[in-house]
């Protein structure tokens, strides 16, 4: 319960007095005392989670003849030529770096440019502008992506923005409404007295946010940071849309378009889906404790 | 303390008033207008096309509501909004109740909860569109098999295939992979319930069933409201997992608004009429949202 203190500070004000009960016995309680059947119950049900997983893994694993019976047996033979096969098909060094670029770049230019928008207006809420612009971009969180997919795809076509750096730039501003939810909520909760002691000693406002406040959020540039990866990495329609050359497409977006291909050739398709998969599912083994605390983080404001 | 504090005051409101504004300006300028230029300038002129029979490319004329008129005598469009309402609900209350079920059997005193909670989460790092093409293979080919070995009718053929069954496959899959990320949020909730509360609760002989209704519901109603929001609100944009199960079919069986827009407006020199048909969606997503959040919300003031 490392997230302890943090998910703390921000609860707002509506189960404050509740919201800290004593962890140290709780803690000590489960660990004694444990439930063995709704355990059973619990590894039985995220077998509906794994067994699709395993089910992926293993077909990519066979050649096409051994597909036959439930599909569910182990491979008695392994066939890694089907990765090497959806490499080569798929090109996907090429797709891996597109996604690659296009993740980190949203990624980074998120939290840089939405935590300082979302500063911005949560320090001047009293002033009409910038509480118009607050309840302008919410506004946004209602206007879903396919009803104005038309029209942007022909403005980022006339703008030459039909490219991994206008998709990354839209990753960037249609984030925007979400996370400064997110961030005006935890922004409030930091004294402005920090910041005035900063600028009383002479430091502009930029500084100041950069040195003081933006160190400070911390907690939720991680939150915003696996939100936006995840949605950038795994995105298919904005993608479809708005990339024009066939060079530059992401991952999700080659598997669309190597359907046909693929065709029966099943163990290929599914090679080349685990390998889509792969990066991200990676990195979430390693920080799965980190990227749920993140998660969770975001939803308790 | 006392001393420098005062003399601050009149500092502060200064820096407030005066030299502050400009950078923080400079802060939202760039954002607000690529914000304009990205979302709502294509939001406007996209309105403006609603009413013309604009193709996507060529020459166009003022057609008035006429596209708006023809939504509604149009079997296609109507049969799509059907389905997604039909497909969104059922969704949604499906997710909700597995990922209230699944939350609370992870915040009990069970083993590996750390793990677990780590397992049911990975549909969430998973791309929509290809566990949709995972799940497709399994229900064309492994399903039947099972389905014909028990000897259920029904089952014995893929159900994608079945005009009938179709999407409720696209229910299932959607389902298991929405239920990830609902689970988080509860878990979230269900750790702000204090203990102590349940401590008193099992005192006075209140059952499992009782401490639920009266305890953890109540309480955790905030996170019930933005699961529900969220979930309709996302399920009702489907078009990633319906590419990828169905395609729309059989025939234009399960094709969601999304899909109609995308492919009357790029593939069916539709624009304009695509757009009105989007903002027909638009309206109705708002209206749904605001009558989920209000309902919603005055059940949570009931509970307290």
């Known amino acids: ?301 | 303390m006392g001393a420098p504090r005062l003399a601050a005051g009149p500092a502060r409101n200064k820096l407030r008033s005066e030299t502050v504004n400009r950078t923080f300006y400079w802060m939202v300028i760039p954002a607000l207008l690529l914000f304009v230029v990205l979302h709502t300038i294509p939001a406007l002129t996209g309105i403006f096309y609603s009413f013309t029979n604009y193709a996507g490319y060529g020459e166009w004329n003022f057609v008035g509501f006429g596209n708006y008129v023809n939504l509604f005598r149009d079997d296609r469009i109507l049969s799509s909004y059907a389905f997604t309402f039909l497909f969104a609900t059922t969704t949604t209350i499906v997710v909700n109740v597995g990922a209230l079920f699944i939350a609370l059997l992870l915040n009990a005193k069970i083993k590996f909860q750390t793990a677990f909670r780590g397992i049911f989460f990975i549909p969430n790092v998973l791309s929509v569109l290809i566990v949709g093409y995972v799940f497709n293979y399994l229900l064309s080919n492994n399903l039947p098999l099972i389905g014909q070995a028990l000897g259920i009718e029904w089952l014995s053929s893929s159900i994608l295939t079945n005009p009938d069954l179709a999407w409720l496959g696209i229910v299932g899959v959607t389902a298991w992979q929405s239920i990830a990320f609902s689970v988080i949020i509860y878990l979230a909730g269900l750790q702000t319930v204090p203990a102590e509360l349940y401590e008193a609760a099992s005192l006075d002989g209140a059952s499992h069933w009782r401490q639920f209704t009266s305890i953890t519901f109540p309480m955790i109603s905030a996170f019930f409201t933005i699961n529900m929001v969220l979930a309709l609100k996302g399920l009702l944009q489907a078009f990633d997992q319906i590419v990828a199960l169905t395609g729309g079919g059989p025939g234009t069986s399960t094709e969601s608004v999304a899909m109609v827009i995308y492919r009357g407006g790029f593939q069916g020199g539709e624009y304009g009429y695509q757009m009105a048909n989007s903002v027909v969606y638009l309206i109705v997503i708002v209206v749904l949202s605001l009558l989920q959040m209000r309902t919603l919300q005055r059940k949570e003031a009931d509970f307290s």
Request: aromatic fraction near 12%; charge should be neutral; charged fraction near 10%.
């Open chain 1, 1 to 301: 319960m490392s997230t302890q203190p943090i998910t703390k500070q921000s609860v707002s004000g509506e189960q404050d007095s509740g919201s800290t009960p004593p962890h140290g016995p709780v803690e000590k309680r489960r660990i004694s005392n444990v439930n063995v059947p709704l355990t059973a119950l619990v590894a039985v049900l995220s077998l509906t989670v794994l067994i699709p997983l395993y089910f992926t893994v293993v077909t990519a694993l066979k050649s096409s003849d051994q597909l036959g019976g439930t599909g569910f047996e182990l491979p008695t033979s392994i066939h890694p030529e089907n990765f090497t096969k959806a490499w080569e098909l798929t090109n996907f060094p090429n797709a891996l770096l597109v996604s690659g670029i296009v993740t980190a770049s949203a990624v980074v230019l998120t939290i840089i440019t939405n935590s300082m928008v979302a500063y911005a207006i949560a320090r001047n809420m009293n002033r009409p502008f910038f509480k118009a612009l607050y309840y302008f971009f919410i506004a946004a969180l209602f206007v879903p992506f396919p009803i104005i997919m038309l029209p942007v795809t022909k403005e980022t076509a006339l703008l030459g923005l039909d490219n991994p750096v206008g998709l990354f730039l839209l990753y960037t501003v249609y984030g925007l409404s979400f996370n400064i939810f997110v961030y005006t909520a935890f922004i409030k909760s930091i004294p402005p007295e920090l910041e005035e002691a900063a600028i009383m000693d002479g430091a502009s406002h930029w500084t100041t946010f950069w040195k003081v406040i933006f160190p400070l959020l911390t907690p939720m540039n991680a939150t915003v940071g696996i939100l936006t990866c995840l949605w950038a990495w795994n995105d298919f329609l904005l993608p479809l849309v708005i990339l024009s050359d066939p060079t530059t497409r992401t991952l999700p977006l080659v598997q669309y378009v190597f359907q046909s291909q693929f065709n029966t050739d099943y163990s290929t398709a599914f090679a080349s889906y685990l390998m889509a998969m792969a990066p991200l599912l990676l990195v979430y083994l390693f920080a799965q404790r980190w990227v749920i605390s993140g998660v969770m983080r975001g939803s308790i404001k």
